[in-house]
């Protein structure tokens, strides 16, 4: 609700979207200097397909330099040849007040990034670094709301890591089921906009896991399939300001009139492998 004073006593009450306050964010970001797709994981990947790592990195540069301008601050680790699925950061850590969950990947050929990880952060000042025993694809599939850890399984995080990521970083998770191979992560599917709003794709739930959803957000975005499959909910948000692929154009629409501000990307080459945005963008929580 905004008041409006009119001239003289009167006033008038508008139900206006309440102002959305962005907040200083901490990345981690690995440029995709190695990218490519020579394995298929998911079925957005084709490695018949030929893939131009150049306009990757120019695409990945665009996306860390957007988020620069809009006051944030990137960190860096160095890509490792033969990794080529290594700049999806959100794989490789769930990082909570400092604390931090590593990976265990369920695909071998992505195995190795787990460590350089835990490196990274070793070397980084992070002292309370946990690696999981179970698969666990990290913000692949753990979404921090502010309040609760909502998790995703059934394509690549193990259930088991639910709990094991509930007692590590002392979060209460929330478990979702995840049904359509083309939506294997759950930040594929779903995303924060801020303490209050998610927008997610109701298909890619389960029926149960969709009506946990609606009870904890009834007020949520709902994703049309076109903006869901151009991996449209792989968007990162600042509290106001939401970086999303620019093809989620009704998304974007939705997310302006909830008072937001959506900042379209273009991330087109990183889709050849099933990634967006949000997968290239690690969030450190300290
Ligand atoms: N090719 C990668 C895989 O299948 C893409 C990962 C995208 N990352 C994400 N957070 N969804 O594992």
Known sequence: MTTVALPGE?????????????????????????????YRINPWMDPSRPTDTALAV??????????????HKVDLIDPVPGLPDMVFSANSGTVIDGKVLGARFRAPQRAAEADHYRRWFLSHGYTDVVMPERTNEAEGDFTWTGRHL??????????????????????PVIGLHLVDPRYYHLDVALFVLSEDVIAYYPNA????????LDRLYPNAILATEE???????????DGRN????????????????RGFTPIPVDISELRASGGGPKCCTMELRD
Request: hydrophobic letters at 40%; one cysteine or more; glycine letters at 6%.
């Open 227 to 237: 903006d869901a499959a151009c991996l449209g909910l792989n968007a990162v948000s």
């Open 10 to 38: 009167a006033s008038i009450v508008l139900d206006l979207p309440s102002e959305r306050v962005p907040t200083t964010r901490r990345y981690l970001m690995c440029a995709p200097e190695h990218f490519t797709v020579e």
């Open 150 to 171: 909502l998790a995703g399984t059934g394509f690549r995080t193990d259930p088991l890591a639910h709990a094991e990521a509930q007692e590590v970083l002392g979060v």
């Open 58 to 71: 120019a695409q990945w540069t665009a996306l860390k330099e957007t988020y620069e301008n809009l006051g």
């Open 205 to 212: 739930f389960s029926p149960g896991s969709r009506k946990v």
């Open 242 to 257: 939401v970086v999303l692929p620019k093809e989620a154009t009704t998304l974007a629409e939705e997310i302006a009139t």
